[in-house]
């Protein structure tokens, strides 16, 4: 809104909304790139917000995930995701996070028990990383809007 109208509640909500919307479309799309299925799953999911079609595909998509972190974030060997991999579900799922990503918000993404892997808009807190890491899921994050807004649209 940059005519000097003041952005109410509504605005910041359908704006983040959109993002997410945006976001889970560019995943889907690597995913496909790359010859894996995955379908958008319906709104506030507990599972997770993309679905993996074959469960045989989860180590694949966990090594999607972590190159596109390594893609948009300095490689830091003190974060090497591979090294445990507890996550074992027929149900994989990603998670799509717009904002930062802290606290319970981590904790209940662990607990699903189905979530693999998590790609954040926005940065996520090092004791949640740590956490991931034990749980043995990959994260992608600080991935720029300028990558996936209106993925949809494109054609």
């Given at each position: 809104?940059?005519?000097?109208?003041?952005?109410t509640?509504?605005?910041?909500?359908?704006?983040?909304?959109?993002?997410?919307?945006?976001?889970?479309?560019?995943?889907?799309?690597k995913?496909?790139?790359?010859?894996?299925?995955?379908?958008?799953?319906?709104?506030n999911?507990?599972?997770?917000?993309?679905?993996?079609?074959n469960?045989?595909?989860?180590?694949?998509?966990?090594?999607?995930?972590?190159?596109?972190?390594?893609?948009?974030?300095a490689?830091?060997?003190?974060?090497?995701?591979?090294?445990?991999?507890r996550?074992?579900?027929?149900?994989?799922?990603?998670?799509?996070?717009?904002?930062?990503?802290?606290g319970?918000?981590?904790?209940?993404?662990?607990?699903?028990?189905?979530v693999?892997?998590?790609?954040?808009?926005?940065?996520?807190?090092?004791?949640?990383?740590?956490?991931?890491?034990?749980?043995?899921?990959?994260?992608a994050?600080?991935i720029?809007?300028?990558?996936?807004?209106?993925?949809?649209?494109?054609?």
């Amino acid at each position: 809104m940059s005519d000097g109208t003041r952005k109410t509640d509504e605005d910041r909500l359908i704006y983040q909304l959109t993002i997410h919307r945006d976001l889970v479309g560019w995943v889907i799309i690597k995913l496909a790139q790359s010859g894996i299925r995955s379908q958008r799953t319906t709104g506030n999911n507990p599972k997770g917000d993309i679905l993996i079609i074959n469960s045989n595909d989860a180590s694949r998509v966990k090594e999607i995930i972590s190159s596109i972190h390594n893609q948009y974030n300095a490689v830091n060997p003190n974060e090497l995701q591979f090294t445990l991999d507890r996550t074992s579900t027929n149900q994989p799922h990603i998670e799509i996070k717009t904002t930062y990503l802290f606290g319970k918000a981590i904790n209940e993404i662990i607990d699903t028990g189905t979530v693999i892997a998590v790609v954040s808009a926005e940065k996520i807190s090092q004791p949640g990383k740590a956490k991931f890491f034990q749980a043995g899921i990959v994260y992608a994050e600080n991935i720029p809007l300028s990558q996936f807004m209106d993925v949809e649209s494109q054609e």
